[in-house]
């Protein structure tokens, strides 16, 4: 097995947002904002080379929306999600699988492009077989007020008109290694729905791809929550539990939003689970 980081592009957001109810004198010391309030962020997906399996583990915004939509986000850096796939050796038609954590905009936006005549929407990776689960499929077919911006019907619809799309089942073991994907799953609600945690054994290293249960390493302490988690305390439970195995079973933690911080470590201090150490890709990949 091989581990390849793919840089989907860089972005902005609110940092308010980002942080919920903590203060930005707080969470300014590690996430300094802009003159616009606005935070760096990632879009780092993970490439699973695994025998004759390419498995990618979300796609990015995509290029498909709008200038004005972008302009939202404020996308820096010349990162672009197949270009990165290039770099590495890959075409988005080598990808046999497309493992979507949640399907947010942000995360699977880059799973369907615009057909060539640009008259519609079409699965980016032909030959991939696409994973979600029926509980989060559900929540975001069918969005709830406050979600319905983050769940954009043309980033999702065609990949279950399209015929590649199947469902993962829901279990309670991160350990336990999903059927045909060969790494575990923790399900998560605080955020969204049954959003997915990939746990992978690399060599003699557990690498967890974090999503948005810890977006940056200035989310570590627990009540620094996103305002964008339509269950925040449901988050506060299922982030402490994570935090104390990650720190137990020193878990590399690879940060998907964390534009500066790509992998972390952590460990337990007498203020609760802290920071230890730092890694850039080249370290552990």
């Known amino acids: 097995m091989k581990l390849h980081a793919i840089e989907a592009g860089n972005f902005k957001l609110d940092g308010g947002a980002m ?7 707080l969470w300014n010391k590690t996430n300094p904002a802009d003159a616009n ?3 760096d ?11 004759n399996r390419l498995i990618l ?18 996308m820096w850096g010349d990162f672009d999600l197949q270009r990165s796939l290039k770099e590495k050796g890959f075409s988005k038609d080598d990808i046999t699988d497309v493992f979507l954590t949640h399907l947010h905009f942000d995360h699977c936006g880059g799973a369907v492009s615009w057909n060539d005549s640009q008259t519609g929407y079409e699965p980016t990776f032909k030959n991939a077989t696409y994973w979600s689960n029926e509980n989060h499929w559900d929540w975001a077919t069918k969005p709830n007020p406050r979600e319905k911006a983050s769940f954009l019907s043309e980033n999702i619809l065609p990949l279950q008109e399209s015929g590649q ?16 994907l060969n790494f575990g799953v923790l399900f998560v609600d605080g955020h969204t729905e049954k959003q997915m945690i990939p746990h992978i054994k690399y060599q003699d290293k557990t690498i967890v791809f974090c999503a948005d249960l810890l977006p940056t390493a200035g989310h570590i302490p627990l009540p ?13 439970g299922e982030k402490e539990q994570f ?3 990650a720190a137990a079973n020193n878990y590399y933690l690879y940060l998907e939003h964390d534009a500066h911080n790509p992998i972390i470590t952590l460990q337990e201090t007498e203020k609760g689970v802290r920071l230890n150490e730092v890694f850039s890709i080249n370290d552990i990949l």
């Open 19 to 25: 942080f919920g109810v903590v203060p930005k004198v």
């Open 37 to 39: 309030n606005q935070i």
């Open 41 to 51: 962020l990632a879009a780092r997906c993970l490439l699973i080379e695994d025998g």
């Open 57 to 74: 583990i979300d796609t990015g915004m995509g290029n498909k929306q709008s200038d004005k939509f972008f302009g939202f986000y404020n």
């Open 165 to 180: 799309l199947k469902f993962v089942q829901p279990n309670s073991n991160p350990n336990e290694i999903v059927s045909d």
């Open 224 to 236: 620094y929550v996103m305002g964008y988690d339509t269950r925040p305390l449901l988050t506060l």
């Open 243 to 245: 935090l104390k195995n």
